[in-house]
Nanobody, 122 residues
Framework: QVRLVESGGGLVQAGGSLRLSCAAS????????IGWFRQAPGKQREGVSC????????YYAESVKGRFTISRDNGKSTVYLQMNSLKPEDTAIYHC???????????????WGQGTQVTVSS
């Protein structure tokens, strides 16, 4: 079992940037594809982006293409989500978890961590 901890959220103005981190503990991180999800108040949780085990393949929701970039550093057991040109509609709690690519579907043994809050003001 891999445990993931999200960080890097905060409050920014529209057009600003944030870099989220998903740090893993455990020795199996590198064999897991990782995805970012977000959930806004009153909304369903939605997939944002995911990345294959070696970082060679990345996937994005249409709403964030061209603005967000996912990457990973397996040596640091960390997945990043660079978020640029942020919009108020990006406001949500962001979570990371293990997924299956290419559709970024959480694995059967996935677990949701505490998440990190992203708030974008207009």
């Amino acid at each position: 079992q891999v445990r993931l901890v999200e960080s890097g959220g905060g409050l920014v103005q529209a057009g600003g940037s944030l870099r989220l981190s998903c740090a893993a503990s455990g020795s199996i991180f590198r064999i897991n594809a990782i995805g970012w999800f977000r959930q806004a108040p009153g909304k369903q949780r939605e997939g944002v982006s995911c990345i294959s085990t070696d970082g060679g393949n990345t996937y994005y929701a249409e709403s964030v293409k061209g603005r967000f970039t996912i990457s990973r550093d397996n040596g640091k057991s960390t997945v990043y989500l660079q978020m640029n040109s942020l919009k108020p509609e990006d406001t949500a709690i962001y979570h990371c978890t293990t997924v299956r690519v290419p559709h970024c579907i959480p694995t059967l043994d996935h677990s949701w961590g505490q998440g990190t809050q992203v708030t974008v003001s207009s």
